[in-house]
């Protein structure tokens, strides 16, 4: 395995105990031969911390690893600017769930010991493109790039507490035409996010499939539908000039739409490299996360 010899530090403003953390992670960095970068933002949090600052945009030129302090959010944040250049990333757990930052606080000492001696294992997880058609007078195709999403591209009203209408469209072929909410278009990796709490299945990472997940739907008959992780996504909204429904990206809007506007969502071919200490388990996490059931008493392995 690499051994890692640049890191590059992120931590979330404001979050409870990422400055504790993040002191601690420094001197124990200090202790190895290793040269550290710290995020803009990041660094506001230390004051002197004397290592070398970098915009979030050009992070991946300046190491070979990011260690990100927060919550799951911090990591979406981090893995639009890294994914493209392949510079794997880790998380030290300082939010909720944390489902993508498995390294409790405590044991952060032991656990980047293991690796930095290059013991611990590597999960590609893919990102969902997302882009509109534009309406410009003699352009053709989806030439307007809304941006990138580990978790999951979303259409839903914005502001306004009502229906809308859309299409929708996969590799090219109708599937349904719906009243509701919205649509979470999610990867594996959002399957435990947003897509979970709407009633979509939980996926393992590992999978090279998308769930679409209807958003309180008008119809008892519309279920979340996982299809192929190369699919093309294709949604088409209503013709209703009273709404104008937003796109976002990992929560984060990037478009509001207008009537008749076509988005489509792809597979990004790059994946984000997520590195994990040994031992680690999918579904550990998920009986620590989400409270499933240890072994029973009395039964062997």
Sequence with gaps: MKEFKRIGLVGRPGHSGVVETMRRLLAYLDKKDVSVVLVDGSSSLIEDHGQTESPAQELSQHCDLVVVVGGDGSMLNVAKYVAADKVPVIGINRGR???LTDILPDELEAQLDLVLAGDYSVESRFLLDVATQSKNPGSS?????????????????????????FELFVDDKFVY???SDGLIVATPTGSTAYALSAGGPIMHPGLNAMVLVPMYPHSLNSRPIV?????KIRLVVAATESLSPQISCDGEIRHTASAGDEILVTKNPVALQLIHPPQHSFY??????????????GIDD
């Design 97 to 99: 769930l944390g489902f």
């Design 141 to 165: 195709g989806f030439d307007q790039s809304l941006g990138s999403a580990l978790n999951d591209v979303v259409l839903h009203p914005g502001r306004a507490a009502q229906m809308i209408e």
């Design 177 to 179: 035409s719906q009243a």
């Design 227 to 231: 299809v192929d992780g190369d699919s």
């Design 284 to 297: 550990q996490a998920c009986r620590s996360k989400l409270g499933w059931g240890n072994r029973l008493v």
